[in-house]
């Protein structure tokens, strides 16, 4: 069973870059695939980006060419590069594994990020 840690959320200025990291607690990220989701107030959870079981990354039109989604070698963390952040990217990040063994999800506590000027 992965436990899936986050950090790297913050406060930014509109048009900066953060970096949010996902560490896998005591295990690796094999056989499962990995998605980056947010929440913000008042709002569905949606996904943001995500890593396919072949490895090849996704993601949601309102943040292509912007984020970039990926995996250490070790398979032991995921991140979220975003840059030239909106407002509107304002939330909570979270990350998400599904274990392909049986389906089963598991989630991140969730690191705040806001875009502010």
């Known amino acids: 069973q992965v436990q899936l840690v986050e950090s790297g959320g913050g406060l930014v200025h509109p048009g900066g870059s953060l970096r949010l990291s996902c560490a896998a607690s005591?295990?690796?990220?094999?056989?499962?695939?990995m998605a980056w989701y947010r929440q913000s107030p008042g709002k569905e959870r949606e996904l943001v980006a995500g890593l396919g079981t072949d490895g090849s990354p996704f993601y949601v039109n309102a943040v292509k060419g912007r984020f970039t989604i990926s995996m250490d070698n070790t398979k032991t963390a995921v991140y979220l590069q975003m840059a030239s952040l909106k407002e509107e990217d304002t939330a909570v990040y979270l990350c998400h594994a599904i274990r392909l063994l049986d389906n089963k999800m598991f989630w991140g506590q969730g690191t705040q990020v806001t875009v502010s000027s």
């Open positions: 005591e295990s690796r990220f094999d056989g499962y695939a």
